[in-house]
């Protein structure tokens, strides 16, 4: 069974420009998270989907924003970009129907951002 | 430009040794942990979860303990293996299904 696969695996952005980064979940799961790791921190919760809807969203401006799609995947775009977006953005996805004590959320490998 | 250096708290430990690895959470109401290894340039990789009414549980070579009391996890390693090394993230969920992530620990083993 695959995984949480993210594209692209790296993106290098200019300042002011424009990034979408992509993710799909584990088959039957219904959750996708998102959170930015910058170099050296930990991971800081950015975005929380669940059945095609925004459930949560952390401390990041209104220029962090996502969907998610009818089948469950998730795109990330982050608009105006600043040198300190720079950063890996994970996914995550979970089953929401094991009830809490379930719901682990498993990783993709990350979109490495680079903004110029 | 000047460099910046690591947040990260950093352990070193001898192969074969047992690692011990701390974290302290903020929310007293957390109910439910889990930790999490990352391996350089690979997103984070489920270890071992727990639940608050437990104190400890157990997985193949590793141990979760619980002070709900202090607040405080721990992960246990034993007979540390090279492959060991990575960051290790211990997360707290409250309320709801958003988890909240520690600043992490960098283990390295030595040979």
């Known amino acids: 069974e695959a995984g949480v696969t993210q594209s692209p695996t790296h993106l290098i952005k200019t300042r002011g420009q424009q990034a979408t980064l992509r993710c799909s979940p584990i088959?039957?799961?219904?959750?996708v998270y998102w959170y930015q790791q910058a170099l050296g921190l930990g991971l800081q919760f950015l975005l929380w989907?669940?059945?095609?809807?925004?459930?949560n969203r952390g401390n990041f401006p209104p220029r962090f924003s996502g969907r998610q799609f009818p089948n469950y995947s998730s795109e990330l775009n982050v608009n105006a970009l600043e040198l300190e977006d720079s950063a890996l953005y994970l996914c995550?996805?979970?089953?929401?129907?094991?009830?809490?004590?379930?719901?682990?959320?498993?990783f993709g490998a990350g979109t490495r951002l680079s903004v110029l | 430009g000047e460099s910046v250096g690591l947040h990260l708290p950093t352990l070193s430990v001898q192969e074969g040794d047992n690692s011990i690895i701390n974290c302290a959470y903020s929310?007293?109401?957390?109910?439910?942990f889990i930790w999490y290894k990352q391996e350089s340039g690979k997103g984070p990789q489920f270890i071992i979860d727990?639940?608050?009414?437990?104190d400890k549980r157990q997985g193949q070579r590793v141990t979760v303990l619980l002070n709900k009391t202090v607040k405080h996890l721990s992960l246990q390693i034993a007979a540390t293996q090279p492959g060991d090394s990575a960051v290790y993230f211990c997360?707290?969920?409250?309320?709801?299904?958003?988890?909240?992530f520690g600043t992490g620990t960098s283990l390295t083993v030595i040979p």
């Open positions: 995550a996805s979970s089953s929401a129907t094991g009830g809490k004590f379930q719901n682990i959320q498993y």
């Open positions: 088959s039957g799961h219904t959750s």
């Open positions: 989907y669940d059945e095609g809807e925004e459930r």
């Open positions: 929310n007293s109401a957390s109910d439910y």
């Open positions: 727990i639940r608050s009414n437990m």
């Open positions: 997360a707290e969920n409250g309320a709801g299904n958003q988890f909240y």
